[in-house]
C-alpha cells in the first residue's frame, strides 16, 4: 500500500467500496452484454416486487417508461457499470427488458438519421 | 429487429435512441460544444486501474480495487418523445482511451473538433475513426485569435480523405454548434446515398 493508495481516494473518485458492495464485488452483467444507449423499460411496477435492494427498486421506479442505460445511471446517480450489474440482475429474473437502441438495418438507419437531422433544424 | 416482446410482456418499448461522438484534443472545446445544443448530464463511470496508473505490486493486492469512480458528462437532445440523440464526448486525457470503443460502438457518426493553433491534437481521433469505418467530419473551433484558415487547407493539413467535410464553427454559439451537426448529419445521408436535397446556404 505505502500511501500510494491516497492518490485516488480523494473526493473526486468518489464512494468505491459501497456501489460494488451492491453488486457482490461483481463489474460484469449477467447474460447478453447491452449499449450505452440501450432502452430499459419495467415489466412490473416496484410494488409488485416482494424482495429487492432499494436501488433495484429504484431502477424499476425509474424505468416504467423507457428509459436509455445512461439516463437511467444518471438518473439513480450510480456508476454506469454498477447499474449495468443490476440492470442484468433484473433482466435475468424477467422484471425488465432491455432493448438495442435502434431498429437494425440500413433503412431504419437512413429513416433515424432523417428523423434526428429533422429534429435538429427545428430546434 | 433483436427484440421480441414475451407473450405476457408489455408493448415493445416506444423509445429509440441514438448518439453522435464529439471528439477532439483536449481543451478544444468539446464540452462547450455539447453543452451549447444539448442538456448536460452527470455519468459516473468507472476508470480500470492498469500497470500505468499503479504498481504492480497494489494491483497484486487482492483488496485493491481495480477501478475507481470517474465523473463524466453526456449530451441528451429530446427530438420527439420517442426519439433522443446523445452526444458523447470522448475523454482528452490518454489514460481514459479504453472508453472510447464502447462510445462509439453504434454511433451514426462523429465530430472531431479541431484548433488551428494545435491542429495536431486531433489526429488520433481522425485516426481512430478512418480506422473504425466511422463516418466523421471535422470542425475547427474559430478562437478570437486563430487568425483566419480556409477549410480547404485544413483538410490538406490533415490529409483528409477526398469528401470529408470540413467546417469552421464557434462552438460557444449555439446556432453554430447545431449547424455541425446538421452537417454531420447531412453527410451521412448523402454518403448513404439517400440525401433527397441538397442544403441550402
Known amino acids: 500500500m505505502d500511501g500510494k493508495q491516497d492518490r485516488w481516494l480523494d473526493v473526486e473518485a468518489g464512494p468505491i467500496v459501497r456501489p460494488y458492495a451492491l453488486t457482490r464485488g461483481r463489474t460484469r452483467p449477467e447474460g447478453e452484454s447491452f449499449a450505452l444507449i440501450a432502452v430499459v423499460q419495467a415489466v412490473v411496477a416496484p410494488h409488485a416486487v416482494s424482495r429487492a435492494e432499494p436501488e433495484c427498486l429504484l431502477i424499476l421506479s425509474l424505468s416504467q417508461r423507457p428509459i436509455s442505460v445512461v439516463d437511467l445511471a444518471s438518473d439513480a446517480r450510480l456508476p454506469l457499470g454498477v447499474i449495468r450489474v443490476l440492470l442484468g440482475d433484473l433482466r435475468h429474473r424477467g422484471l425488465i427488458n432491455i432493448a438495442p437502441p435502434t431498429r437494425s438495418g440500413h433503412a431504419a438507419n437512413v429513416q433515424v438519421i432523417r428523423e434526428v437531422l429533422h429534429g435538429l433544424r427545428a430546434l | 429487429m433483436g427484440y421480441e416482446p414475451s407473450d405476457s ?90 472508453m472510447w470503443d464502447e462510445m462509439s460502438f453504434g454511433a451514426l457518426g462523429a465530430v472531431v473538433l479541431a484548433d488551428t493553433r494545435q491542429l495536431a491534437t486531433c489526429f488520433p481521433s481522425i485516426d481512430y475513426f478512418e480506422e473504425r469505418d466511422i463516418p466523421f467530419l471535422v470542425a475547427v473551433n474559430c478562437f478570437p485569435d486563430t487568425g483566419s484558415h480556409h477549410p480547404d487547407d485544413i483538410a490538406i493539413a490533415l490529409d483528409l480523405d477526398p469528401g470529408v467535410p470540413v467546417l469552421l464553427c464557434d462552438v460557444r454559439r449555439p446556432e453554430s454548434a447545431r449547424e455541425v451537426f446538421v452537417r454531420l448529419l447531412e453527410y451521412l445521408l448523402a454518403r448513404s446515398g439517400e440525401l433527397e436535397h441538397t442544403h441550402a446556404p
Open chain 2, 9 to 98: 410482456g408489455p408493448a415493445r418499448p416506444h423509445l429509440t435512441t441514438t448518439k453522435i461522438i464529439v471528439a477532439g484534443g483536449f481543451g478544444v472545446g468539446k464540452t462547450t460544444m455539447v453543452s451549447a445544443v444539448s442538456e448536460i448530464r452527470p455519468l459516473l463511470t468507472e476508470e480500470q486501474l492498469t500497470e500505468r496508473s499503479v504498481g504492480v505490486d497494489d494491483v497484486a493486492l487482492v483488496e485493491q480495487k481495480t477501478t475507481t469512480t470517474v465523473a463524466m458528462d453526456f449530451g441528451r437532445i429530446t427530438i420527439r418523445d420517442d426519439l433522443v440523440l446523445y452526444l458523447f464526448g470522448t475523454p482528452g486525457q490518454d489514460r481514459f482511451w479504453f
